[in-house]
Protein backbone atom coordinates (compact mmCIF):
# COMPACT_ATOMS: atom_id res chain seq x y z
CA UNK A 1 0.00 0.00 0.00
CA UNK A 2 1.45 3.73 -0.89
CA UNK A 3 1.39 5.84 1.79
CA UNK A 4 -0.09 9.44 0.85
CA UNK A 5 0.17 12.23 3.32
CA UNK A 6 -3.42 13.33 4.06
CA UNK A 7 -2.80 16.84 2.99
CA UNK A 8 -2.63 15.26 -0.69
CA UNK A 9 -5.31 13.08 -0.56
CA UNK A 10 -8.22 14.19 -2.81
CA UNK A 11 -11.80 14.98 -0.68
CA UNK A 12 -14.12 12.82 -2.85
CA UNK A 13 -18.11 13.66 -1.96
CA UNK A 14 -19.62 10.17 -1.13
CA UNK A 15 -23.27 10.23 -0.58
CA UNK A 16 -24.20 9.42 3.09
CA UNK A 17 -26.14 6.68 1.84
CA UNK A 18 -25.12 4.70 -0.78
CA UNK A 19 -27.28 1.82 -3.08
CA UNK A 20 -26.13 -1.45 -3.22
CA UNK A 21 -27.40 -4.21 -5.41
CA UNK A 22 -26.48 -7.57 -4.39
CA UNK A 23 -26.46 -10.13 -7.84
CA UNK A 24 -26.63 -14.19 -7.29
CA UNK A 25 -24.43 -16.27 -9.19
CA UNK A 26 -22.58 -13.18 -10.26
CA UNK A 27 -19.40 -11.29 -9.59
CA UNK A 28 -18.69 -7.77 -11.27
CA UNK A 29 -14.89 -6.52 -10.81
CA UNK A 30 -13.65 -3.12 -11.37
CA UNK A 31 -14.48 -1.41 -14.49
CA UNK A 32 -16.18 -4.76 -16.00
CA UNK A 33 -19.20 -3.96 -18.34
CA UNK A 34 -21.96 -6.49 -17.92
CA UNK A 35 -25.23 -6.36 -18.96
CA UNK A 36 -27.88 -7.09 -16.12
CA UNK A 37 -31.44 -8.04 -16.10
CA UNK A 38 -33.57 -6.63 -13.27
CA UNK A 39 -37.32 -7.48 -12.52
CA UNK A 40 -38.30 -6.76 -9.30
CA UNK A 41 -39.40 -3.21 -8.51
CA UNK A 42 -36.89 -2.81 -5.36
CA UNK A 43 -34.20 -3.13 -7.78
CA UNK A 44 -36.11 -0.99 -10.61
CA UNK A 45 -36.26 1.69 -8.29
CA UNK A 46 -32.63 1.32 -7.08
CA UNK A 47 -30.98 1.38 -11.03
CA UNK A 48 -33.38 4.70 -11.63
Given at each position: ????????????????????????G???????????????????????
Amino acid sequence: MIFIPREKREKRNIPKFLPILPLRGTVLFPELVLPIMVGRKKSVKLID
